[in-house]
């Protein structure tokens, strides 16, 4: 069965700053998807980025990029010039690409927190 | 981008009675649905999988005779908790796909829905 794995419960970045959130996963497939999700207070899931695992290109949307290490089955966000509504629980989140359900695997989450 | 609509966003009932909650794709046609919960400041946990016009698929551990699914339309999934307890007070949330060649990989979720039994 797949997994996925947050490290990292907690993080805090200044205004401004990039940090980097961290997601390992494991599966034996070899093609799949892979996604960070936000969940702010409101507690509506915003698709923040998605990777397909045979694209060898790093996804970017606008200030927001992952790190794709697929041998070491490793996906990292790395949020840059933090703003204030970045604060929110980030869930990184694994789909195979087989099958016909689509379902969602989803890692512990992390808290962040930006000050101002 | 595709909308999906849960209702009610946050309902409180007495211990022993049953809720119903309603989850709508408003503009596209969700073959899949697909039933979470959560717990305060916790992940996701999958319950079930609903495909339109058939059964619903359980997770492990997840009690079919208690959280009741139906899927009786392409655009509208429901999920019943029976004789509910407080136990059973959590965030639940729904997500849907769209089909066939529509299917892009992402999953549309819900604005969820607090259910606070006494």
């Known amino acids: 069965a797949q997994t996925v794995t947050q490290s990292q419960p907690e993080m805090s970045v200044q205004e401004a700053e990039t940090v980097t959130l961290s997601c390992t996963y494991d599966t034996s497939e070899s093609d799949y998807y892979l996604f960070w999700y936000k969940q702010p207070p409101s507690r509506q899931m915003i698709l923040v980025i998605r990777?397909?695992?045979?694209?060898?290109q790093n996804a970017t949307e606008n200030r927001f990029s992952v790190n794709f290490q697929k041998a070491a089955k490793s996906f990292s966000l790395k949020i840059s010039d933090s703003q204030l509504g970045d604060a929110a629980m980030y869930f990184c989140a694994y789909r195979s690409a087989g099958g016909n359900t689509g379902k969602l695997i989803f890692g512990q989450g992390t808290t962040l927190q930006v000050k101002p | 981008g595709a909308v999906v609509s849960q209702h009610p966003s946050r309902v409180i009932c007495k211990s022993g009675t049953s809720v119903k909650i309603e989850c709508r794709s408003l503009?596209?046609?969700?073959?899949?649905m697909f039933w979470y919960r959560q717990f305060p400041k916790q992940s996701l946990m999958l319950m079930a999988t609903?495909?339109?016009?058939?059964?619903?698929?359980?997770e492990q551990g997840v009690e079919k005779d208690k959280f009741l699914i139906n899927h009786a339309s392409l655009t509208l999934s429901t999920l019943t908790v029976t004789s509910a307890h407080p136990e059973d007070s959590s965030f639940y949330i729904c997500?849907?796909?769209?089909?066939?060649?529509?299917?892009?990989?992402?999953?549309?979720f819900g604005e969820g829905s607090r259910l606070t039994v006494l």
């Open positions: 609903s495909n339109e016009g058939s059964k619903a698929t359980y």
């Open positions: 990777q397909e695992a045979y694209k060898q």
């Open positions: 503009d596209f046609q969700a073959t899949t």
């Open positions: 997500s849907a796909r769209t089909s066939g060649r529509a299917f892009t990989g992402e999953l549309f």
